[in-house]
């Protein structure tokens, strides 16, 4: 496989094409110049030119980083009592890979061959586009779908339960418990969410609080596991010259998708794929 710019698609009706949104170091303010690293798309690049009834995958990593919401530079918006007014980063987010989307349908690719996918923030994106425009494409698939920090380690909800643990990220920062609430509630309004979710119990920002995706029509919802292995087999992340186990990453849990035991799940998102582009 080749690393290309651009949406130039040879034989584009014989193409899969997966849209990878990656995740946000900030809720809703711009990160000029920042967009992925190798260990982050390791896994997805493993997709690339597996075949499904004669149609091959293509994987475009979308940077949708450089513009904020419109209340990012309101310093004092995390702390707001009131809810978000306007657009919030990832409605303008999941405009921006519509876009993409009808750039790809007018060059020959058949909407239910282009797949939405994306990790933490881009998850959750992911989740909030197809709930909203389940025709417009043909599914999606979320890794650890997460937006407003750590909450599952920083509210103990392994300790107190996920009601009292957002009961207290909502009396600390009431305008963001709000936009969180709010944006999981239009996602379980949808008749049909057509995404393959995967998710960590041991995921630092909503390992232990994403049973909601349970609620949510046409959710296939996956945990990877209970803990740093999969199917029996150590896990590593790993760059152009460095591999470490996922242990000693920061938040192992929340990028157990990025390593290389997780390529256990890819016959998983290959049956889903081909669910998808019948």
């Known amino acids: 496989s080749q690393v290309k710019s651009g949406t130039e698609i040879k034989d584009p009706k014989n193409k899969i094409i997966i849209i990878y949104n990656h995740g946000q170091n900030t809720n809703d303010r711009a990160k000029k110049n920042e967009c992925i690293w190798v260990n982050q798309i ?23 980083n450089d513009f904020a919401g419109d209340m990012s530079l309101k310093k004092s918006w995390w702390k707001s009592k009131t809810p978000y007014v306007g657009k919030h980063k990832l409605d303008k987010r999941v405009e921006k890979n519509l876009e993409l989307v009808e750039k ?6 058949p909407r239910k061959q282009i797949i939405i996918s994306g990790h933490s923030c881009g998850g959750l994106l992911t989740l909030m586009l197809l709930s909203a425009h389940s025709e417009t494409v043909g599914g999606g698939i979320s890794y650890m779908q997460a937006c407003f920090g750590k909450l ?28 969180r609430e709010r944006q999981i509630n239009n996602i379980k309004q949808s008749k049909n969410v057509p995404v393959l979710a995967f998710t960590h119990p041991k995921d630092k920002w ?31 992340v790993g760059g152009y010259d460095w591999k470490e186990n996922v242990s000693k990453q920061k938040n192992p849990g929340h990028v157990m998708n990025m390593a290389d035991c997780f390529q256990y799940y890819n016959p998983v998102i290959l049956d889903y794929i081909a669910s998808r582009i019948k």
Request: net charge positive; hydrophobic share 35%.
């Open 104 to 109: 790809f349908v007018s060059i020959g690719v």
């Open 206 to 236: 909503e390992g232990l609080l994403s049973d909601w995706l349970e609620d949510v029509p046409g959710v296939k919802r996956i945990i990877i596991s209970e803990n740093y292995k999969v199917n029996g087999k150590k896990c590593v």
């Open 42 to 64: 390791n896994n997805q690049a493993s997709l690339v030119d597996e075949e499904i009834n004669g149609k091959k995958i293509m994987v475009y990593n979308f940077c949708s």
């Open 152 to 179: 599952s380690y920083k509210y103990k909800v392994k300790k107190v339960g996920p009601e009292e643990a957002l009961a207290k990220f909502a009396k600390k920062n009431p305008g963001p418990a709000e936009l």
